[in-house]
């Protein structure tokens, strides 16, 4: 039972690159997530996915986009990377209303230079 | 914008003694969630509290909901090498479902 897997684990971008972080949960989960999280910053919410086939904002969203490709891929797209999106990237998926509690991938480490 | 407020941001201690974080509101809480990161890990979760005065154990664990629904703490009973890392509280606003803030966390350290 994986739980919530992320792809890669480690990732060094040039200035202007473009990636995707991939994100997939074996639990059925309908909702899931991605957040950055930055020394004294907390976790901080990009964007989220209620159910297969609806995205929204979070309070992070600019520079970012979101694919839910079905209901167990939830992917980040940085579609030129800045410095600022420096961060550690978690994925993370839960029943429904987050009352339940989220699980959380290992996280995928982005330095951009 | 909605936020919750946990202090302290650091807490050193010698191994066997007490540790508590708090998380503060503004405004009244549907619901606390309490979660923990391993140094270089991910957040786990621990626990939900949702009920004014809600008090809750697990282990050494004790987690308690204000009677008034705006705080919340984590104690910790004589700590171990094993309870570092950073301890978040997260606080769902209502609404749409992405309304899960977390608080910037209390970094745990022990000297054994």
């Known amino acids: 039972n994986a739980g919530v897997t992320q792809t890669p684990k480690f990732q060094v971008l040039k200035t202007g690159q473009s990636m995707t972080l991939q994100c997939a949960q074996d639990m059925n989960h309908n909702s899931m997530y991605w957040y950055r999280q930055d020394p004294g910053m907390g976790l901080r919410l990009i964007y989220y996915?209620?159910?297969?086939?609806?995205?929204d904002k979070g309070e992070v969203p600019n520079g970012y986009n979101v694919s839910r490709l079905n209901k167990r891929e939830f992917s980040l797209r940085l579609e030129s990377a800045a410095p600022s999106q420096t961060s550690v990237y978690f994925c993370a998926s839960s029943e429904g209303r987050p009352t339940y509690g989220y699980t959380f991938g290992s996280g995928t480490r982005l330095t951009v230079v | 914008g909605q936020q919750v407020m946990q202090i302290p941001q650091y807490q050193h201690v010698q191994e066997g003694e007490d540790f508590t974080t708090y998380c503060n509101s503004s405004t009244t809480l549907s619901n606390i969630q309490w979660y923990k990161q391993r140094p270089g890990g991910h957040p786990v979760f621990l626990i939900q509290?949702?009920?004014?005065?809600e008090v809750k154990k697990q282990k050494r664990l004790t987690f308690q909901f204000g009677e008034a629904k705006k705080n919340s703490s984590l104690h910790i009973t004589a700590t171990q090498t094993t309870d570092v890392g950073t301890y978040f509280c997260a606080v769902y606003y209502g609404g749409s479902q992405g309304n899960l803030i977390f608080g910037k966390g209390t970094k745990l350290s022990v000297k054994p």
């Open positions: 996915s209620a159910s297969e086939g609806t995205t």
């Open positions: 509290l949702v009920k004014s005065g």
